[in-house]
């Protein structure tokens, strides 16, 4: 008979075996028979990146937009678009379409981090509420999915990406081109604030992560960080 020691190492061994040959069952299960999911196992294969999801909310116009980061920081638009809703659907079939849509973009891309902007409040409480319910949609979708979510003033995202707090959408946008090197023009600046919210997501993230002094803006990032930006 053999020693203890030896009789569970042979059991470990014959798991690792049978775990090893669960695995590979299970990606030729996917490879082979469920064609829709072989892009989420290339992206799992390839090097470590970070994917984030902005979100700028809307009643009628809710703005996405998806980054990915890479290990030397360098930062790929992968997609940055609208959804549009009618003002003459129902209320809450337009927070379903939202639940939809955020759901769907988790699909597709798989993001780590989910960055949204916080709702500016002004005089008309209707619209708050409306525009709080949005929001409220799109971060529970988020977290249902299990991906941590974070929240940005309006505010807080101009400064991060132009330096300026009161800058304008326009200037947003601008300065956006100029970071991940877009020659497109913009059609709704709702898609751009969503692009605006995940990249100043991913400059307070790098901030604490390095420990250092925060920087002004992402003009004085690019200036300290140059060919940290990828065209698309």
């Known amino acids: 008979m053999l020693p203890k020691y030896l009789l569970i190492d042979r059991i470990k061994k014959k798991q690792e075996y049978q775990w090893s040959q669960e695995i590979v069952e299970y990606y030729f299960d996917i490879f082979v028979y469920r064609h829709d999911q072989v892009s989420k196992i290339i992206l799992l294969l390839q090097k470590n990146t970070k994917i984030i999801l902005g979100i700028d909310p809307g009643t009628l116009l809710m703005g996405y937009g998806l980054i990915e980061v890479?290990?030397?920081?360098?930062?790929?638009?992968?997609?940055?678009?609208?959804?549009?809703?009618s003002s003459g659907t129902d209320?809450?079939?337009?927070?379903?379409?939202?639940?939809?849509?955020?759901?769907?973009?988790?699909e597709a891309f798989s993001p780590q981090e989910f960055a949204?902007?916080?709702?500016?409040?002004?005089?008309?409480v209707q619209s708050m509420l409306k525009l709080g319910r949005a929001q409220g949609?799109?971060?529970?979708?988020?977290?249902?999915?299990?991906?941590?979510?974070?929240?940005?003033?309006?505010k807080k995202v101009k400064q991060s990406i132009t330096g300026n707090g009161n800058a304008g959408k326009e200037q947003v946008w601008k300065m956006l081109?100029?970071?991940?090197?877009?020659?497109?023009?913009?059609?709704?600046?709702?898609?751009?604030?969503?692009?605006?919210?995940?990249?100043?997501?991913?400059f307070q993230f790098n901030s604490l992560k390095?420990?250092?002094k925060k920087l002004k803006g992402w003009s004085e990032f690019v200036s300290k960080n140059p060919g940290?930006?990828?065209?698309?």
């Open 70 to 85: 890479s290990d030397n920081n360098s930062i790929r638009l992968l997609e940055m678009n609208v959804l549009k809703l």
């Open 91 to 106: 209320a809450y079939e337009r927070l379903q379409l939202i639940h939809k849509k955020v759901n769907q973009l988790i």
């Open 116 to 124: 949204i902007e916080a709702p500016f409040f002004g005089k008309n």
């Open 137 to 154: 949609v799109a971060i529970a979708t988020a977290m249902h999915a299990g991906i941590p979510v974070s929240e940005y003033s309006p």
């Open 177 to 202: 081109q100029h970071l991940l090197q877009l020659r497109n023009e913009i059609i709704h600046y709702d898609a751009s604030d969503a692009l605006a919210v995940a990249m100043c997501h991913h």
């Open 210 to 212: 390095s420990g250092g």
């Open 228 to 232: 940290r930006s990828n065209k698309q």
